[in-house]
């Protein structure tokens, strides 16, 4: 059917076409992480309306990344 054939589209052409994606993405979010460590200011501490929607993102990247690695 055509979900299958877009499933197995999916995942076997668009999964490993983003992998460097997400890689990179990945890799900036934990280099802006620790800038923020190092400058000893969290979005928590600013109290930012943006911390939750950072947070939320930050593990979704942690979680596709570590899919793609699997």
Known sequence: TTTQNLTLYYS?????KMKPVIKNTLY???NWNEQ???TRITLNTLDSPL???VSNEYQAF???TNQAND
């Open 62 to 64: 942690t979680q596709l």
């Open 51 to 53: 911390a939750p929607t």
């Open 12 to 16: 076997r052409i668009v999964i490993p």
């Open 36 to 38: 923020l460590k190092n």
């Open 28 to 30: 900036q979010l934990k």
